[in-house]
């Protein structure tokens, strides 16, 4: 059963707009949450993440939000620009039991920015 | 460039062949993976290294078999691959295990077994 979950695909934005990209979890041993991002040819890379103990964490245009009670966080890019056009990966760790910093992966979501 | 590479990009191989995916983080870094993305499928940890030793073997059968001679450097030996383990076969770093530490990818290995 995934631990970790993208409900959404894909997601079509126009240039300039806000993107929302969703991740759902089930596992409330999650310490930390990160957003990767993937272009077509290159493995994932890092992006922004957010501690369990905090609910928000803002870096530039990328802003994470945490809500532990719906067990959901978000993602939003503010204003969209076309090279945000990637896949976006949710993933999600913890510092407990044996398999301490593993990251758990979500399907991603597909994300085209249109100009 | 995320300072871990890999080769080679892409692999095709039979099932009867012997093969191996290298990895190389330039970073510092003491702990490395090695992950498997297949079509529609989350990234699936394979093995986990901390300083050299292996920390986990997440379920994955034999035909797969990792090796770590140092902390920079990490293998994937590959042998009587089935058709169904074609898959683009990610390395990752990280300065150690702990969750507050991210993961350095490399661009992968895209393996076709056929």
């Known amino acids: 059963d995934q631990q970790v979950k993208q409900n959404s695909p894909s997601l079509s934005v126009q240039e300039g707009r806000i993107s929302i990209l969703n991740c759902d979890y089930t596992?409330?041993?999650?310490?930390?949450f990160l957003w990767y991002k993937k272009y077509p040819a290159e493995g994932p890379t890092f992006l922004i993440s957010i501690s369990s103990i905090k609910d928000k964490n803002e870096d530039g245009r990328f802003t994470v939000f945490l809500n532990k009670s719906a067990k959901h966080l978000s993602l939003h890019i503010v204003p969209s620009q076309p090279g945000d056009s990637a896949v976006y990966f949710c993933a999600a760790k913890t510092n407990y039991g044996g398999s301490q910093g593993n990251l758990i992966f979500g399907k991603g979501t597909k994300l085209s920015v249109k100009p | 460039e995320t300072g871990v590479t890999q080769t080679p990009r892409h692999l095709v191989m039979g099932m009867t062949n012997k093969k191996s995916l290298k990895c190389e983080q330039h970073?510092?870094?003491?702990?490395m993976y090695w992950y498997k993305q297949s079509a529609k499928k989350p990234l699936e940890l394979m093995f986990v290294?901390?300083?050299?030793?292996?920390?986990e073997n997440n379920s994955v059968p034999s035909r797969f078999s990792p090796e770590c001679p140092n902390s920079s450097h990490l293998f994937l030996h590959l042998h009587t691959l089935q058709p169904e383990d074609s898959a683009l076969y990610l390395c990752?770093?990280?300065?150690?295990?702990?969750?507050?530490?991210?993961?350095?990818f490399g661009p992968g290995t895209r393996l076709t077994v056929t």
């Open positions: 990752a770093s990280s300065q150690g295990l702990s969750a507050s530490y991210e993961q350095y």
């Open positions: 970073l510092g870094h003491n702990a």
């Open positions: 596992n409330s041993m999650f310490d930390y």
């Open positions: 290294y901390n300083f050299k030793e292996q920390t």
